[in-house]
């Protein structure tokens, strides 16, 4: 028979290490009769294998169709080798070569076999809050470099017990080589503090939690990429408090509930929600909130939705089966400042904001938030791509060089490439201080030493002040390539749909530098990845106070109603011309007549604001985007009304603004509700931007259309968009795995500097 045997060597790149992949390639080869080794390496896994060639083929085949569930292969590279006559199948020791391409798991939620263990009172490891396997648990958070071995982890401090070092090397083992395996024995543990620091001794730190949680206090919890801040959801005074001490005053908070039945007593689950709620990724998921609740109305106010979350770690899972309706999980940190993820920084930078502190002594290498998705326009997208998610790649339409592009200044993300793929960092946050700068820098140094990506290029924005700016151009010994912000958007999602240019291209955000020095957002673009022409974008209108204006609205709105009226906006009768001081509305209209400190936007995300803002909805706002949040939540049922618009057309098409701001109005001297505004708003929208990409095709000759822009996280305007396009024969091309919005223009950077290095 010996005869008949022939010999393969397999080199397999993926999602191979730490998701049980060699002792299923173990048990499959066995299936075979199949001899022969298997080893981690630096590249992926390695297999040699000898035996009839019939059964080598089919277990080549099964290789793909039946590997576990959180393996994901990407590459396997078959060749003939001369027989050595193995014996047996093994396992071998972990190999490391001078290049590391293998991709690293993203951290992932608790497994059931696990969740049935810890709930189990029978169970050795019952009620171990560290509890994991090969298919769940911590990784991406945990791991400091590849291959991923224990001593390659923050595991590396604790030594397994004999039980534990049992399951461990055992291959037919669902723990065999599960890197944090660990036990109440041999492993983490948990410490319950005052936020001074000092210990609480107590038998069982978490229903001591739970006791001063159901009291109203505030704690810090230690999780898997850094710390929650948790209260009770339905306790009012509680989560006002935090929003007190947090400094965040009316931003939503993320909650997390035991399971889906607890979700739908406050909020709606649809059957494509659910999918995305119990996902291995366990993501927050936007939900639209059932009226009444009776969840604290400060948890999410003047808003329509909850962005929910089932538990994914042990922790979460014991701490919500003592019968909470729903936690409050705010993200660990002072507003604006990235998560703790040590606990001695947690207790310097969280004790003014939290009473007590829920801590483990297993390090987190590198923080991570939790992930947002939302379903909109019949898909699911992500609006911030992190825990769960990252690192793992999108995948290129082209093998590109080794590019590292740093993003822009809000809901910043970089992306490193490395042949057809492109890793997108998590979710750094806004570049507006130096904690996030740090992390920011942190974050680049550990992936490319995890990636063995030493770029030779780096892609960086426009924008002369953005930190990640300044970073680039501090770089030496580098090619530098400058990217225009809303450029950058649509290719971004090209590159993530693996679409060729040329595509007429909408990009709608609040603010990016543009090439004549004016900041941009409603631009009309026909794209291709090297190179881009500005074919249509909204008027420009003075922005008086700069950044100040996107804090308060109230000031885009005189700057258009002063565009469309000139000195008689003194004789409408507006909310807004009530409510704010008369001389602070004279001040901004001599700063626009003096052109102080008022630079020209064509930025869709500002018009947004001045609506809002004109017709009463809000003058001041707390965080990015509220007001023009606000005016979507607002808009009734679809109208058929539209207000009136108009284009003029010389070297480009420029949207003139005035008709719509005249036609609203209008409307608001009739008494018309400001939800019929709202949505008559964007219907205009709508019918506008369809109208004059049909305008753009004739001209052009395009009929792929492709939507980016923090403004397209508005599901009306998306999902009206989307239809209407469609309806005019367009092929229409949105996000769905990458932010639409800022967290996504990293990866746009990289393709845009991949295609103009190639020239």
């Known amino acids: 028979m010996a005869e008949n045997n022939v010999s393969r060597q397999l080199d397999i790149n993926g999602i191979v290490q730490g998701v ?3 002792p299923f390639v173990l048990r499959l080869a066995n299936r075979y009769g199949i001899n022969g080794k298997i080893a981690n390496t630096s590249s992926g896994v390695s297999i040699r294998i000898e035996g009839i060639q019939k059964k080598i083929e089919s277990f080549c085949n099964n290789l793909t169709k039946e590997s576990p569930p959180l393996a994901h292969i990407t590459e396997i590279l078959i060749h003939s080798e001369p027989l050595v006559h193995f014996s047996d199948f093994t396992i071998a020791k972990s190999r490391n070569y001078a290049s590391k391409s293998t991709l690293i798991s993203p951290d992932v939620s608790i497994c059931p076999d696990c969740l049935s263990e810890l709930l189990d009172p029978g169970d050795r490891r019952y009620q171990y809050p560290f509890i994991n396997c090969t298919n769940c648990g911590p990784r991406y958070t945990i791991i400091d470099d590849i291959p991923y071995d224990r001593p390659n982890t923050s595991m590396k401090q604790f030594t397994m017990c004999p039980d534990c070092q049992a399951e461990y090397d055992n291959p037919y083992d669902r723990r065999f080589h599960a890197q944090p395996n660990a036990c109440p024995d041999c492993g983490p543990h948990l410490e319950l503090c005052d936020n001074s620091g000092k210990r609480i001794p107590d038998q069982n730190p978490i229903k001591r939690t739970v006791e001063l949680l159901r009291e109203g206090n505030i704690v810090a919890i230690k999780g898997l990429g850094g710390f929650h801040l948790a209260v009770d959801a339905e306790n009012h005074k509680a989560v006002c408090r935090l929003r007190k001490r947090k400094l965040r005053e009316e931003k939503p908070f993320a909650i997390m509930s035991y399971d889906v039945n607890r979700i739908r007593k406050y909020a709606w689950v649809e059957p494509e929600e659910e999918t995305l709620l119990m996902s291995s990724q366990r993501p927050i998921v936007i939900l639209k909130k059932r009226e009444p609740n009776i969840l604290s109305n400060e948890v999410s106010p003047r808003n329509n939705y909850f962005g929910t979350m089932l538990p994914y770690t042990p922790l979460h899972y014991i701490l919500l089966s003592y019968g909470f309706l729903a936690l409050v999980m705010t993200s660990g940190n002072i507003s604006e400042e990235p998560i703790s993820i040590d606990n001695d920084d947690a207790f310097e930078r969280l004790s003014a904001i939290a009473d007590y502190f829920l801590i483990h002594n297993r390090e987190i290498y590198l923080r991570s938030d939790d992930s947002i998705v939302k379903r909109t326009a019949g898909a699911t997208r992500i609006m911030r791509r992190s825990r769960g998610y990252v690192p793992f790649p999108v995948f290129l339409y082209n093998r590109v060089p080794q590019i590292l592009a740093c993003g822009g200044g809000l809901k910043s993300t970089v992306c490193l490439t490395k042949g057809n793929q492109a890793f997108l960092s998590q979710h ?18 550990h992936l490319k030493r995890m990636l063995d990506i030493d770029p030779g290029i780096i892609a960086y924005d426009l924008h002369p002040d953005y930190l990640s700016t300044v970073y680039a151009q501090e770089q030496q010994g580098v090619e530098k390539i400058q990217i225009q912000h809303h450029h950058a958007h649509i290719v971004s999602c090209m590159a993530e749909n693996m679409l060729d240019g040329p595509v007429i291209g909408l990009s709608f955000d609040g603010a990016g530098y543009g090439t004549d020095g004016n900041i941009w957002g409603g631009e009309i673009l026909i794209s291709e990845a090297k190179q881009f022409t500005r074919v249509a974008h909204l008027s420009y209108i003075p922005m008086p106070g700069s950044e100040t204006a996107i804090k308060e609205p109230w000031r885009m709105a ?26 602070k509305i004279k001040t901004i209209i001599e700063m626009i007549s003096k052109k102080v400190n008022s630079p020209y936007t064509s930025s869709l995300g500002r018009f947004f604001d001045g609506i809002a803002a004109i017709i009463g909805i809000r003058n001041h706002v707390f965080f990015e985007g509220q007001a023009a949040m606000e005016l979507e939540m607002l808009a009734g049922e679809k109208t058929k009304g539209i207000y009136d618009y108009e284009w003029v057309s010389k070297d480009m098409h420029r949207v003139l603004l005035q008709p719509i701001v005249y036609g609203i109005v209008k409307d608001m001297k009739r008494g018309v509700h400001p939800s019929e505004i709202s949505s008559k708003f964007h219907m205009t929208l709508i019918h506008l931007f369809s109208s004059l990409c049909e305008i753009i095709r004739k001209e052009r000759g395009l009929d792929r259309v492709v939507l980016s822009g923090g403004v397209f996280q508005n599901s009306i ?10 309806a005019k024969s367009f092929q229409v091309i949105s996000h769905k795995r990458v932010p639409a919005n800022d967290g996504g223009i990293s990866l746009g950077q990289a393709v845009v500097a991949a295609a103009i290095a190639a020239e």
Do not use: C, H, M
């Open 20 to 22: 049980g992949f060699r």
């Open 428 to 445: 750094i946050g806004d570049l507006e201080n130096l904690a996030t700068y740090d992390f920011f820098q942190l974050t680049i140094n």
């Open 558 to 583: 005189i700057s258009y109603l002063y565009d469309a009226f000139g000195e008689n906006l003194w004789g409408l009768d507006l909310p807004v011309l009530k409510e704010i001081a008369k001389n």
């Open 717 to 726: 305007l998306l999902a009206g968009l989307i239809q209407a396009l469609e």
